[in-house]
């Protein structure tokens, strides 16, 4: 029996309508309130903008007043001088208004940037340590898709559309006291046309939010899709593929596509609705406005100030109702960014505070293990194992495909907690240790190796950043690439391609070890660190884990037993249990599993050449 997951196991990240059923409330515009922590922590960037943003408001609310005196002082009197001031005034107003409005763009655009540029920073410091069931639900593409795509949708709300929406709120609300102020018989008919206005941005607010945001789950979709082929070019090409790429990408950007026109759809409707009836409504009152004047009731003046004060209103309603969608798709934006930073890692993250007794001797012991994925929780892949491995010594891990082999690896590094039984280092269960406790004592050579697109050194030092050149020098040197390294154009400051695909397999294997050499853990894992590599390549690949592997505790596993022939110990491992035990001699004697599999290897070894690797 599997124990209980001691922490939520992270499944696919949820659809736009597993999102729409679930929580509709957290998916309006409030939704983006959750970036106000971000604004706290930049409070100078907020009231400089909050600042100029409201100056340019309030200047512009202050020109009608100034038409207004000009009209019913200067021109009905001809006072030339008056006019002149009052022109002199409105110059010096506009030139104000220039200025608040550039202030208001640095500081908004300033702060747009630098709270996108935070939420980056800790959604990716989140995604970094989410536990690796939540990458084996998940398309590392989509992820990406948040980070960029979503990121800059947010950006264009925090930097342009918010301050739009703050503007023209203030610009409406003071507009519409002045209204009053102007003609309160004429406001109250005016705004008496508020709530058709209102209707529809509740009505159709809803239908743009959903739409919005299936269009960016599609377009999601199709990044995610890109990425794998990107990456995996040389497949795609090696197979003639690019026909069937193109057409399944194609289709996923037509899907994008109908989303996208869906949403726009909405907003355009949600538009066309607010601005006619906001504009009808202004166009109605001015005409009893107009009727007033001919009464001798209302003052030119008063009429031209009206109407200036309605015009900023509509205007400023009409484009609320434009920003509304902008500010509904950056809001499923941001939720899609906020579902990955409440993604809940194990639980034992949080309690597991005891760090591993130092020095490690790297004593390594497993209980009764059970184990199987969170995906398929009926099928146990690891069932009732038991091991001991002393300090510093080598032990061997063979067995056919699908035995458990690299899964038991898996758990030692921590990558999952939902198991039965125990696994312990110097005697401590390692569930009552950090995972970042746990790893900085163990050094991993895998067999797929992963080589970042930087320099060599980069990547030698990738675990120990602070690591001088003379120490990733002799590192390599320990790992026998040194001589290859030094032969490149650049040598150790030589960038390598994307994946290392500019490396043969042999020097990407050696850059692993020299890793795993610098890093000086007192555990080491070797997960097939050989099985892909020529003859050649495999002799100084195994002198490499040779020098790597002494006084340190090894566990390695190897499809070809010839190289697992010097083991202190051979494990013998199928469907999930250890089923032998011992050394090469004693287990070929036994004619068991290990035997079957030794005949079949060294038999076909003797009657055929060693397959050579591409370099």
Known sequence: MIAQHDCRTPGPLDSASDRVERDSSKRRIGGLMRLRPLLREHRRLVVCAGVSLTC???????????????????FSQADGAFVNRYFMMLMTLAVALALASACRYYFVTALGERIVGDL???????????????????????????????????????????????????????????????????????????????????????????RSRAAQDALANASAYAAEIISGSRTVQAFNGEDVACRRYSQDV?????????????????????????????????????RSLLAGTLSAGNLSQFLIYSVIAAGSLGSLSE????????????????????????????EATKPLL???????????????????????VIRGLSLRVAPGETVAIVGPSGSGKSTLLSLLLGFYDGYAGSIAIDGRDIRST??????????????????????IKENIAFGRSEATREEIAAAAAKASGDVFIEALPNGYETIVGERGLTLSGGQRQRIAIARAVLKDAPILLLDEATASLDAENERLVQLGLEGLMNGRTTIVIAHRLATVLKADRILVMDQGKIVEEGTHASLTRQAGLYARL?????????ISCPEQDAA
């Open 323 to 350: 920003v509304w969608g902008e500010l509904a798709y950056a809001a499923g934006a941001a939720g899609r960014l906020f579902e990955l930073l409440d993604e809940e890692g194990c639980a034992r993250e949080k």
């Open 254 to 290: 037509e899907v994008s596509y109908q989303s996208a026109v869906v949403a726009a759809r909405s907003r355009a409707v949600l538009t066309a609705a607010a601005i006619a009836l906001i504009f009808g409504s202004i166009v109605g009152v001015l005409w009893i406005g107009a």
């Open 358 to 380: 130092g020095p490690v001797l790297g004593d390594v012991e497993i209980t009764d293990l059970h184990f199987a994925y969170p995906g398929a929780p009926e099928r146990e």
């Open 598 to 606: 030794a005949e079949l290897q060294f038999n076909a070894a003797s």
């Open 434 to 455: 950090a995972s970042e406790d746990l790893r900085k004592e163990i050094s991993v050579v895998p067999q797929d190796v992963t080589i970042f697109a930087t320099s």
């Open 120 to 210: 980056r920073i800790m959604v990716f410091r989140k995604i970094t340590r989410l536990p690796a069931s939540f990458f084996d639900a998940n398309r590392s593409g989509e992820i990406a898709s948040r980070l960029t795509a979503d990121a800059a949708q947010i950006k264009t709300a925090t930097s342009l559309t918010a301050s739009v929406a703050l503007r023209n709120s203030i610009l409406c609300v003071g507009a519409l006291a002045m209204m009053f102020v102007t003609s309160p018989g004429l406001s109250t008919i005016a705004t008496g046309a508020i709530p058709l206005v209102v209707a529809p941005l509740v009505v159709f607010g809803r239908s743009v939010r959903r």
């Open 56 to 74: 340019a408001a309030l200047i512009s609310l202050a020109l009608p007043l100034a038409v207004r005196r000009m009209i019913d002082n200067g």
